[in-house]
T-cell receptor, first 114, second 111 residues
Framework: NAGVTQTPKFRILKIGQSMTLQCTQD?????MYWYRQDPGMGLKLIYYSVGAGITDKGEVPNGYNVSRSTTEDFPLRLELAAPSQTSVYFCASSDPFWSGNTIYFGEGSWLTVV | GIQVEQSPPDLILQEGANSTLRCNFSDSVNNLQWFHQNPWGQLINLFYIPSGTKQNGRLSATTVATERYSLLYISSSQTTDSGVYFC?????????????FGKGTKLTVNP
């Protein structure tokens, strides 16, 4: 059981480049999330999805796009990378929290924009 | 939205000491979770504890939902306990829900 898998683990981008962070989960969770964590800070929600075909903005969505075509996959797209997007990105999945479920995180993707 | 505040922001201990970390939240919740982020960045679930007390080895947690706080106790701390501890609560809006995280408590346990 792999859980939540993110790729790549490390990436260096030049300003203005674009890339996609891949995320897949094998727990059949309906809910998936993308968080970013800046150095020394907590986690901020970028986008989330409550099921295939449904996505919604979190706290810090600017500069990012997502799609959810299947239950398993939730890729995060960075368009026109900027230094402010240098961060660690975590994908996560869960069943509904109000049913007493916990969240499962991937191992993180370290992104540097230079 | 829900506000989540953690204290203290930083804590330095000698190995073997006990500690208490606090999480305050601004609204009633029925899902509160504690996480440990190790020095390599990995986030690990510690407790799901919307109310009451749970124990897991040297760690225990208590949530008093009516007073909107939760406490994480670490006893006989070890260097492997170092890292950042986050609490998070579930916020439900318009049929969807998401976790709101506090800023964390950075714990350093020295040998």
């Amino acid at each position: 059981n792999a859980g939540v898998t993110q790729t790549p683990k490390f990436r260096i981008l030049k300003i203005g480049q674009s890339m996609t962070l891949q995320c897949t989960q094998d727990m059949n969770h309906n809910y998936m999330y993308w968080y970013r964590q800046d150095p020394g800070m907590g986690l901020k929600l970028i986008y989330y999805s409550v099921g295939a075909g449904i996505t919604d903005k979190g706290e810090v969505p600017n500069g990012y796009n997502v799609s959810r075509s299947t239950t398993e996959d939730f890729p995060l797209r960075l368009e026109l990378a900027a230094p402010s997007q240098t961060s660690v990105y975590f994908c996560a999945s869960s069943d509904p929290f109000w049913s007493g479920n916990t969240i499962y995180f991937g191992e993180g993707s370290w992104l540097t924009v230079v | 939205g829900i506000q989540v505040e953690q204290s203290p922001p930083d804590l330095i201990l000698q190995e073997g000491a006990n500690s208490t970390l606090r999480c305050n939240f601004s609204d009633s919740v029925n899902n509160l979770q504690w996480f440990h982020q190790n020095p390599w960045g990995q986030l690990i679930n510690l407790f799901y504890i919307p109310s009451g007390t749970k124990q897991n080895g040297r760690l225990s947690a208590t949530t008093v939902a009516t007073e909107r706080y939760s406490l994480l106790y670490i006893s006989s701390s070890q260097t492997t306990d170092s890292g950042v501890y986050f609490c998070a609560v579930a916020e439900r809006r318009g049929g969807s829900e998401k976790l709101v995280f506090g800023k964390g408590t950075k714990l350093t346990v020295n040998p």
